[in-house]
């Protein structure tokens, strides 16, 4: 298997009403997240983000219908993932994007997670262990609120 790209997307997908969908890690179960997912050869940031939400929930999406964040963190590569990184790789940039779609039933990836579940956006936030996608999530209620007429 060829080395991962330190190059990956994170696809926070909620619903109108702002639950978002969590994801549980296979490989570390209680590890809560959005999708996630690296980019292929020959790919670009949008087509990572359509596979990646197809792949890890079977939704399948338009173009149009992601949001480009145009934000992206880089972060250290937890050691117990550097394995699948070329030698020496250890920091990813990891780009931002949001689908929103009516909460559905999905269709998890069986070798990636074990468990999926809608969210109040806050309860997502807290769930998460990463810090990235912790951030996108408040960053997505709080706009939200900011949006709310008073």
Known sequence: MSPKTPVSVLVVIHSPGLRVLLLERASHPGFWQSV???LEAGETLQEAAMREVAEETG??????QLSDWRLS??????????????EGVTHNVEHVFSLCTPEKDV?????EHIGWRWVPWRTAAAACFSWTNRDA???LGLDADDSTPT
């Open 137 to 139: 999530i408040l960053m």
């Open 107 to 111: 269709t998890i990836a069986a070798t």
């Open 59 to 64: 939704i399948e999406c338009a173009a149009s």
């Open 36 to 38: 996630t997912g690296s």
């Open 73 to 86: 963190n880089r972060f250290e590569i937890l050691p117990q993932w550097r394995q699948r990184y070329a």
